[in-house]
């Protein structure tokens, strides 16, 4: 058996501080979308239905053993995945704010 060690440190406003054995990260975003980075170089975006237990979570940096550049996942040194991932959020958070103005009368 191993020893694991975990500990996620809400900051507020969406976003956490993730400490683990071997490395420290953060993360933010909303329920349901959520981007982040660690220490050790890792980037990644995670989609869930909350209250399901479904998730999908996508790696956003390249691997450190490639040697090749991928042209299908950049263009001009634009990640298209960190792209879309930031668009998905904004649009997420433009919704929640939608339905929270709706439901409280605002609008």
Do not use: C, H, Q
């Not at 989609?47 to 979570?57: A, E, Q």
């Not at 550049?69 to 904004?90: A, C, M």
């Amino acid at each position: 058996m191993g020893l694991n060690f975990r500990k996620s440190i809400n900051l507020g406003k969406g976003v956490k501080l993730n400490i683990g054995k071997k490395s420290v990260g953060v993360s933010a975003g909303v329920k349901g979308a959520r981007v982040s980075m660690n220490s050790s170089g890792r980037k990644t975006a995670t989609f869930s239905i909350p209250g399901t237990g479904l998730s999908y979570t996508m790696n956003l940096g390249k691997k450190k053993n490639s040697k090749k550049k991928s042209t299908d996942e950049t263009t001009n040194g634009i990640n298209i995945n960190l792209v879309l991932v930031i668009i998905i959020l904004v649009l997420l958070v433009v919704l929640v704010g939608a339905g929270y103005a709706w439901y409280t009368g605002l609008i």
